[in-house]
C-alpha cells in the first residue's frame, strides 16, 4: 500500500502564508512526480502546482508568484509554500503522486488538509 500524509493547513487572514507538506509512504519503488491540487466548495479539484521528479515544476496561473512547490525524492517528500494568500485560496488541499509501486503505475491521493483564508 501507498500512503500520502498531508499537514500545514488551517486558518490565516488575507495576505497571509501558509505552508503545506507531504510525504510519501509504503511500497513505492520510484515518484513520477507529486502535487498539489485544490477542491473549493461547488467546484472541480484543480491542479495547484506539479514537482516532477527531474526537478522542474508547473504552477497554476492563478497561484503564479504566490506559491512555490519543492520537493526531495529521496524523502519522498512535497511542500507547497503559500503566499499573498487570498480568499479564493480557500479549499481542501490535496496531495497526489504519480508513482510506480510494486503493483505498477498509480495513482496516490491524501487526505486532504483545509486551507481557509478570511478576508
Known amino acids: 500500500q501507498v500512503h500520502l500524509v498531508e499537514s500545514g493547513g488551517g486558518f490565516v487572514q488575507a495576505a497571509g502564508s501558509l505552508r503545506l507538506s507531504c510525504a510519501a509512504s509504503g511500497s513505492i519503488n520510484s515518484i513520477n512526480s507529486m502535487d498539489w491540487y485544490r477542491q473549493a466548495p461547488g467546484k472541480q479539484r484543480e491542479l495547484v502546482a506539479s514537482f516532477a521528479s527531474g526537478g522542474s515544476t508547473n504552477y497554476a496561473d492563478s497561484v503564479k508568484g504566490r506559491f512555490t512547490i519543492s520537493g526531495d525524492n529521496a524523502k519522498k517528500t512535497v511542500n507547497l509554500q503559500m503566499s499573498s494568500l487570498k480568499p479564493e485560496d480557500t479549499a481542501v488541499y490535496y496531495c497526489?503522486?504519480?508513482?510506480?509501486?510494486?503493483?505498477?503505475?498509480?495513482?496516490?491521493w491524501g487526505q486532504g488538509t483545509q486551507v481557509t483564508v478570511s478576508s
Open positions: 497526489h503522486a504519480f508513482l510506480i509501486s510494486a503493483l505498477g503505475l498509480r495513482h496516490a
